[in-house]
């Protein structure tokens, strides 16, 4: 089933009146790569202001997941509400029906997604590689994106590095760079797939303690990570996935000290 004929259930696209918007809906997603199911039937809610992390062993479908929530990834059936605003899709009736990809564009640019190999635009200086994005949507004039680029970057640990390239970083300088490129938007949600997969194991630290202090600022976060002892340190919930499904989620106390299911506990006991 297409994202053009999926049916959706009355009023799902918007909130009661009276309650505040899930940051982001996941409801009953699926996902095919030709004959391979990757997500299979995926439901998660994560509230405004939380931290979510999710786990699983590679192929699980986390990836795919965190793609899915953007639209850089169409899902077959299911859909995905940020802020109760559909992504990537609108009702018509009882059917969604695949937006534009200039109304697709203007949502992600809501949504702020920090890649695992950074994804810096080598050509640029640093400063530019974070200003690039407000001023070419018409957020903010040069001057101003600029201003709020130094101050990321400020924020960051990287104030004095403006006019360096991207190649003349470190992997874990250049992976806070992309953050602060994220923040420039100032999205209410920034997803993470596996920021530190790509770093060296002593660079690991400075990124996780710059998304530790996003964390405490009020920012949703969603991050697909393999690092447990920040996962329990961080998340207010944790999502374990298994062959394309949520097996396992509740807060890190529970999932990581006391897993439930078989899947999570075979996971864990190779990675802690």
Known sequence: MSPTTTPVEPGSDTAPATARPAAIEVHDVHKWYGGHRVLDGVSLTVEPGTVTVI???????KSTL?????????????YVSVGGE???VQRHGDRLK????????????????????FNLFPHLT????????????????????EALSRELLERVGLGE???????QLSGGQQQRVAIARALALRPGVILFDEPTSALDPELVGEVLSVIK?????GTTLVIVTHEIGFAREVADQVV????????????????LDHPEHARTREFLSKVL
Request: charged share 25%; aromatic share 4%; net charge positive.
């Open 55 to 61: 786990l699983g062993r590679s192929g699980s479908g």
């Open 66 to 78: 965190l793609r899915v929530l953007n639209h850089l990834e169409k899902p077959e059936a299911g």
């Open 86 to 88: 559909l992504i990537g």
């Open 98 to 117: 695949e937006l534009g990809e200039r109304a697709i564009l203007a949502q992600r640019s809501r949504i702020g997604f920090v890649f695992q190999n």
């Open 126 to 145: 640093v400063l530019d590689n974070v200003a690039a994005a407000p001023v070419a949507t018409g957020r903010l004039p040069r001057p101003e994106a």
């Open 161 to 167: 590095r403006t006019g360096a390239y991207p190649r």
């Open 213 to 217: 202090d996003l964390a405490t600022g």
């Open 240 to 255: 374990f996935l298994h062959e394309g499904r949520v097996v396992e989620q509740g807060p890190p106390a529970r999932v």
